[in-house]
């Protein structure tokens, strides 16, 4: 719905009038006095720069946000003096246990001391001096493709919540648009690695994408953080890890390494946030138990996919013959295990510890057959 101001400021004579005497050298400094908090932020560490965590000071940090936000709708900066009639943004999230992780600041400005340039930070040539075979290659341009999607959720999902949450959560906020960097990036890299071998992109996964977008489509900022901020990046950090583990070259090696850096900064914001959550929100844990029950059943879509297993089983037994499939079975099926067992230790040192008991995933995981 769109939003009109109350006048149309070309037709206010007040506002010219008012521009006119201050460009006529007649400053009326009401700002001057503003009535805030007088402090000086300096950095902790000069050589670390000045963080949002050197300004964690009074009124104006995050360590003094109330848990309701009743009085702060507009999109004043946090700590600056209100006066007027100010707008009502409208937002949804005004709870600060809906969002906030202890280290949202750390990993903010973390995101941005390790930031990497795909055009330029990965060894390209390499692939031109040592071409893959064409069945490797072709297996990468398949992971490539599926990365693709899932990377696209953990893009849309902080940019579907970003300007619904109060702005007085601005650290909060600040993370939120770093993680929308870092997958803009990783789609960038995983786009560009798929073309650049001369394959070309393959095929998309219907279950995947049918999981991910009720992943993507939560009801709740809450619901929504715990399946792609600690399951769907747990998945894609074991992911990153497996296939650095055995990548057919350099290039491949060098993106899974930055792929895991950027996943592992997502997870530990998801595993921080659900725990905050159970620990400020004690009665609402049951309703997200439920969420987790219902909802985990794309954790198999994912990883059952044919679309992410043939081309991990290619990578990981380094071709298609009969032996090095059978290699590649054995490894990927120790890879879906490790994915499955950590996603639930994550599950429940966030404070859903009885989780791991009711799941249904594991008990699903060891119907798939491993080698003969």
Avoid at 86 to 102: A, C, F, I, Q, T
Avoid at 193 to 206: E, M
Avoid at 211 to 226: D, N, R
Wanted: charged share 25%.
């Amino acid at each position: 719905m769109a939003f009109y101001a109350d006048k149309d400021y070309t037709e206010d004579e007040t506002v010219l009038e008012a521009a006119n005497k201050v460009m006529q050298g007649q400053l009326g400094l009401h700002w001057y006095d503003a009535k805030t908090e007088k402090v000086k932020g300096k950095p902790a560490d000069f050589r670390r720069g000045l963080t949002y965590k050197d300004l964690d000071i009074g009124s104006y940090g995050y360590s003094a946000i109330p848990e309701n936000l009743r009085d702060s709708k507009s999109m004043v900066s946090r700590g600056s003096e209100k006066v007027g009639k100010l707008p009502d943004m409208g937002y949804v999230v005004n709870r600060k246990s809906e969002v906030w992780s202890d280290n949202v600041a750390a990993l903010y400005e973390e995101a941005k001391s390790r930031r990497w340039v795909p055009a330029t930070d990965v060894p390209w040539s390499e692939l031109d001096k040592n071409p893959l075979a064409p069945e490797m290659e072709a297996a990468c341009a398949q992971l490539y493709t599926f990365l693709q999607e899932c990377t696209q959720i953990t893009l849309d999902f902080p940019s579907r919540w970003v300007a619904l949450i109060n702005q007085d959560f601005l650290e909060q906020k600040s993370w939120m648009c770093a993680q929308m960097l870092d997958a803009s990036r990783l789609f960038e890299v995983f786009r560009k690695r798929a073309l650049f071998g001369g394959s070309g992109l393959k095929r998309a996964s219907v279950h995947a994408e049918q999981g991910l977008k009720e992943w993507l489509w939560a009801e709740t900022y809450p619901q929504g953080s715990v399946s792609v901020n600690l399951a769907l990046a747990g998945l894609l950090l074991a992911i990153y890890r497996h296939v650095a583990a055995f990548a057919p070259s350099r290039v491949d090696t060098a993106i899974m390494r930055y792929a895991m850096q950027d996943a592992a900064r997502q997870v530990a914001y998801g595993s921080g946030q659900l725990r905050y959550y159970t620990r400020n929100r004690p009665l609402e844990v049951p309703a997200m138990e439920q969420y987790v029950d219902d909802s985990e059943h794309v954790i198999l879509a994912i990883l059952g996919s044919p679309e992410i297993l043939e081309p991990m089983i290619i990578i990981s037994g380094g071709g298609l013959d009969a032996a090095q499939v059978k290699a590649g079975r054995v490894a990927v099926l120790k890879f879906i295990r490790l994915a499955v067992q950590e996603y639930l230790e994550r599950i429940s040192t966030a404070g859903l510890k009885g989780h791991s008991k009711r799941s249904r995933i594991p008990q699903l995981i060891d119907r798939i057959e491993g080698p003969a």
